[in-house]
């Protein structure tokens, strides 16, 4: 069983930057997409970036441009480059992975199989005006 791992959130003021990094731990899946998303409480979740094994990502309009999801292909570590942090960037960040069925809006697509998919416990961003 995979676990995930993230860290690097914390508080900035708008226009800062932060990086996030998602380490999985077990085993991960061969062919996978790994993904960013985020919530504010009382809101749904929503996709941020998204990226899969062979290294193709997809980004929810809201983030292009200001965000860059990569990995570490040696270690399958997952990173989100976040630029010109904006208040709205506000929420908790959550790393997902599981099997790939696809990318679209920034967001891993589910596969019929969702008990495959493996959720990290978060870590919170906070951009203040």
């Known amino acids: 069983q995979v676990l995930l791992v993230e860290s690097g959130g914390g508080s900035v003021q708008a226009g800062g930057s932060l990086r996030l990094s998602c380490t999985p731990v077990g085993y991960t899946y061969k062919t996978y997409c790994m993904g960013w998303f985020r919530q504010v409480k009382g809101k749904e979740r929503e996709g941020v970036a998204a990226?899969?094994?062979?290294?193709?990502?997809d980004y929810a309009d809201s983030v292009k441009g200001r965000f860059t999801i990569s990995k570490d292909n040696g270690r399958t570590i997952m990173y989100l480059q976040m630029n010109n942090l904006k208040p709205e960037d506000t929420a908790m960040y959550y790393c997902s992975t599981t099997p790939w069925h696809g990318m679209r809006g920034g967001s891993c697509r589910s596969g019929p199989d969702r008990s495959l998919e493996v959720w990290g416990q978060g870590t919170l961003v906070n951009v203040s005006s």
């Open positions: 990226i899969d094994s062979d290294g193709s990502t």
